[in-house]
T-cell receptor
């Protein structure tokens, strides 16, 4: 049972373009939605995260859009650069005060930004 | 200044052997985790420890036994290795119990079982 579905599996974007990765979740108790970035040979690293009390969060060129009613959230990378080429994972979990649940990861999106 | 370190980085071994992977974090975090990343890059939690106590065991075969001698260390011992155990294993830590805190991942250990 896959609780977080991520698409697309791979994405090729021109330098300067917008990269968009989508995730959908099933468990309505989830209330923390981070995105992790992983470069080849490295461990994942937190990129940006959102909680469902806001519909959008922006940090530099990275924006998370969140749609609670649709149970979907997405990562937008503006002005994509070759250095953004990596695998991106969405994830979801419940807040600690509601009972701990593990981070559930999507299957990842391999992004390639070409010049 | 390595925050979360793992040794070894690569591990190649024969089926049936027993091996260990070590993890250390110097961030002062209370909680540590082991994740398995398969060949398709799928990341799945295996164990979580909070201050040396096991808090999550995600139905991992009992051939896998984590050990936490102190809150800065979480080692993973694997008995009777099988071909399907080949994967990259990541250790991670977070400031306190609860999955909504940022998790800091180590560089991974690529295990190959022949």
């Amino acid at each position: 049972q896959q609780q977080v579905k991520q698409s697309p599996q791979s994405l090729i974007v021109q330098k300067g373009g917008i990269s968009i990765i989508n995730c959908a979740y099933e468990n309505t108790a989830f209330d923390y939605f981070p995105w992790y970035q992983q470069f080849p040979g490295k461990g994942p690293a937190l990129l940006i995260a959102i909680r469902p009390d806001v519909s959008e969060k922006k940090e530099g060129r990275f924006t998370i859009s969140f749609n609670k009613s649709a149970k979907q959230f997405s990562l937008h990378i503006m002005d994509s650069q070759p250095g953004d080429s990596a695998t991106y994972f969405c994830a979801a979990s419940r807040a600690r005060n509601s009972g701990n649940t593990p981070l559930v990861f999507g299957k990842g999106t391999r992004l390639s930004v070409i010049a | 200044d390595t925050a979360v370190s793992q040794t070894p980085k690569y591990l190649v071994t024969q089926m049936g052997n027993d091996k260990s992977i070590k993890c250390e974090q110097n961030l002062g975090h209370d909680t540590m985790y082991w994740y398995k990343q398969d060949s398709k890059k799928f990341l799945k939690i295996m164990f979580s420890y909070n201050n040396k106590e096991l808090i999550i065991n995600e139905t991992v075969p009992n051939r896998f036994s984590p050990k936490s001698p102190d809150k800065a260390h979480l080692n993973l011992h694997i008995n009777s290795l099988e071909l399907g155990d080949s994967a990259v294993y990541f250790c991670a830590s977070s400031p306190m119990i609860g999955m909504t805190d940022t998790q800091y991942f180590g560089p991974g250990t690529r295990l190959t079982v022949l």
